[in-house]
């Protein structure tokens, strides 16, 4: 052809084909020993089509072809080897980054299953000990258009942990284009994940009864020796929900690395489009009040720790502020039991979720605040000490605030306790970021429902971005 003819006349200019030589064995003999390595790749991740008809092969010869051809490029020619092997490598990274997706497949994604595979089977769940404890989280989201800050949130609170966003999607399997519809969510969740730069899985369940359908998703989510300890949960709120797709500026700038290389990055955002919208009316929602206390009482009863997640669409990441910004616990619940705070789990997973969350380097520019509530100065000291204490050996560093509630707090109802507190937090709170809360016990009587729904909205009502957390197992050690 022209082309071919054309590159030819190129070569010939160069005046000595002894120039040439060196180059055209150097590439021979690297493509030599990536059809090799293509070949012992393919070996070593067990895929079942791959039957080679060749009666001598096997992974050794596929290694000593491999290390041969290096050698001999090399021998040939040092400086012409590593200049062809760099050429290579650029073309290798170009066409990674650059090229659409192919039907060819990806030798890297049976590696990785095959090495995944492995470890999962060698990962114990009955040689866990709380000294390795970390927070693997499922996160249930009712559509993530409105849980775009806190799925970035979670993300940076897992602490290399395992990170799981479900959903279930209210139908059955037999309605007309039901499976289609699926399909079409299930990308645009993948998409999503891949735009906001998270290290999280995507799980999804059909059933009519949501109750149902995330009772299925705690017992189901993970894999072997690797599942969730942690539960979180939205609040169930009646105000208005913020579209965060769908503003310009709703989705946070952090994305994967060489995201701007990929084209199939870009390409993500159509997806995106195939979320489902969001309810407008509250006639519009798919859980009742009886049926979400009865998921909170269900995570419990599944002896998982369980965060409740409000007004996070209001969350401020702290790089945004150049102001004090603060992280506030508040370790004690509405109402203060004599029970030692070292020896309550809730009030130990408070300190270790805001601790493990002010480690993280995009939040250390925040302090760590905790809060000692008292009904009076005079036991004030006291409480702030022993807490201090405590906070000492768990080698947490957090700055202790005591704060006085008044003596007559113990003589409120309370309906009034909860909206006293509440104002005790909102005073407290004008420079926090986040505030870690401590989760009362659901009733056991559905009776009551409605009413621990309405204590809760007091209590957290106009505050910052908060988490209401209960701790069922132990969490922390001072054995390291």
Known sequence: SGINAEYEQALLFVGSLNLIAPFVATFSLLTYATVNMACLALDLAGAPNFRPTFVYFNKYTSLIGFVSSIVMAFVVNPVYASTSFGISVMLFVFIMFRTPGS??????????????????LMLDARKDHVKFWRPSILFLCKNPRTCIPAISFLNDMKKGGLYVIGTNIVGDLRDPGFVTKLDDQNMAWLSLVQLLGVKAFVETTVDRDVRNGIQNLIMTAGLGGMTPNTVVIGFYDTSESKDFVSEPDGLPSKKPLFSKLRRNHSDSRGHIDKLPEIETHSNDRRITVDSYIGVIKDVMALRKNLCILRHFHKLKRPSASPSALFIDVWPVPPHPTSTHIEDDTTSMFLLQLSCILHMVGSWGGTRLRVMATTPSSNIGATEKVQLEGILKILRIEAYVQTVILGEEYDTLSEVEKYQSLNRTIKDNSHNTVVTFMYLPRPPHSED?????????????????????????????????
């Open 448 to 480: 009551r429902n409605l009413d621990y729904l309405e204590k809760l909205t007091i209590l957290t009502e106009d505050l910052p971005p908060t988490l209401l957390v209960s701790g069922l197992s132990k969490v922390t050690t001072t054995e390291l």
């Open 103 to 120: 039907s060819w497949g990806y030798i890297s994604q049976a590696l990785i299953f095959h090495q995944v595979r492995k470890y999962l």
